[in-house]
């Protein structure tokens, strides 16, 4: 099994910066992608940034600019920094990573979330 927990989420001003951490753990072989998705009250979950195992990475157009993804592969770790950050970027973020077990097909897995506000 494999499990995932995010952290680094809160309140922020306009303007300010935050960094999101998501750790997975488990019975691992290799993760191909991992990737970050928000989704606010009433809208369906968009994609936010994705990176992949050899580094590549690609943004939602929302985000180019002002966030950046990075990976720690020693510590199947994703991260996702975030500034110059506006009020519409309040959502709850969720990380998705594509695991591989050994002997077994990716799966992928979802985090619990976590809530980013931007707001004075």
């Known amino acids: 099994q494999v499990k995932l927990v995010e952290s680094g989420g809160g309140l922020v001003q306009p303007g300010g910066s935050l960094r999101l951490s998501c750790a997975a753990s488990?019975?691992?072989?290799?993760?191909?992608?991992m990737a970050w998705y928000r989704q606010a009250p009433g809208n369906q979950r968009e994609f936010v940034a994705i990176?992949?195992?050899?580094?590549?990475?690609n943004y939602a157009h929302s985000a180019k600019g002002r966030f950046t993804i990075s990976r720690d592969s020693a510590k199947n770790t994703v991260y996702l920094q975030m500034n110059s950050l506006k009020p519409e970027d309040t959502a709850a973020y969720y990380c998705?990573?594509?695991?591989?077990?050994?002997?077994?097909?990716?799966?992928?897995?979802w985090g619990q979330g976590t809530q980013v506000t931007v707001s004075s």
């Open positions: 998705n990573v594509v695991v591989v077990r050994e002997g077994w097909a990716s799966t992928s897995y």
């Open positions: 990176i992949t195992s050899d580094g590549t990475k």
């Open positions: 488990g019975s691992i072989f290799s993760i191909p992608t």
